[in-house]
């Protein structure tokens, strides 16, 4: 595709269950990261990964959160157990190379309500 | 760490009025600095980045930033606002050695006609 996609749009889910989020990057771009916003604030840096390895994970805000990324392609966040201050909207950008010049392409988030 | 304060929440300008977002970071070094608009219901879009060289740096939609060293500040600018520029603003800088941002809280424009 043309841009960064991301599935499901929309997610509305029980306390207490696991989900996973799923990232499309644009095709040929070897780098990937994952940031969530809450509303009314800023992005906040979750993952990064360099083709199908995370370098980065710095920001996962707990053993809850984990990522992977397959075939330098798709990759998925998943967040077990969740719970409500999980709520926020997951955005992902993939780049080209992955260096601090690289322009970042986000794509449309997923927003997520635990109940 | 590297960090980044948008300090105004919230700006309503009329339409055709000049336009001014501020930003300032902290950065231990030559920062790489960006600004994002993210329009409702759609993904973020650069604007514009700055990296080295000529400190005013020209982005997409008319929009210009400035990069002050001594001020430690980015600030966004248009000369006139239109009614299409009612979106959120991000400010963000970019590490060295990695290509993770650090984004800051947003501002939102309100565009009055």
């Known amino acids: 595709g043309a841009g960064v996609s991301q599935s499901p749009s929309n997610k509305v889910t029980e306390k207490g269950k696991d989900v996973e989020l799923r990232c499309d990057p644009i095709s040929g771009h070897t780098a990937l990261y994952w940031y969530r916003q809450r509303l009314g604030q800023g992005l906040e840096f979750l993952i990064y990964f360099q083709g199908n390895s995370a370098p980065d994970k710095s920001g996962l805000p707990s053993d809850r959160f984990s990522a992977e990324r397959t075939g330098e392609s798709v990759s998925t966040l998943t967040i077990q157990r969740t719970q409500q201050e999980d709520s926020a909207v997951y955005l992902c950008?993939?780049?080209?190379?992955?260096?601090?010049?690289?322009?970042?392409?986000f794509g449309p988030g997923t927003r997520l309500t635990v109940l | 760490a590297q960090s980044v304060t948008q300090p105004d929440i919230h700006i309503t300008v009329s339409e055709g009025a000049s336009l001014e977002l501020r930003c300032n970071y902290s950065?231990?070094?030559?920062?790489?600095l960006f600004w994002y608009v993210q329009s409702p219901g759609q993904g973020l879009q650069l604007l514009l980045k700055y990296f080295s060289g000529d400190t005013l740096v020209q982005g997409i939609k008319g929009f210009e930033a400035e990069f002050k060293r001594s001020q430690s500040s980015f600030n966004l600018r248009k000369p006139s606002v239109h009614w299409s520029d009612a979106a959120e603003y991000f400010c963000a800088v970019g590490a060295t050695n990695a290509g993770k941002s650090t984004f800051g809280d947003g501002t939102t424009l309100t565009v009055k006609p």
């Open positions: 950008a993939s780049s080209l190379g992955g260096g601090p010049s690289d322009t970042q392409y």
């Open positions: 950065y231990g070094a030559t920062p790489y």
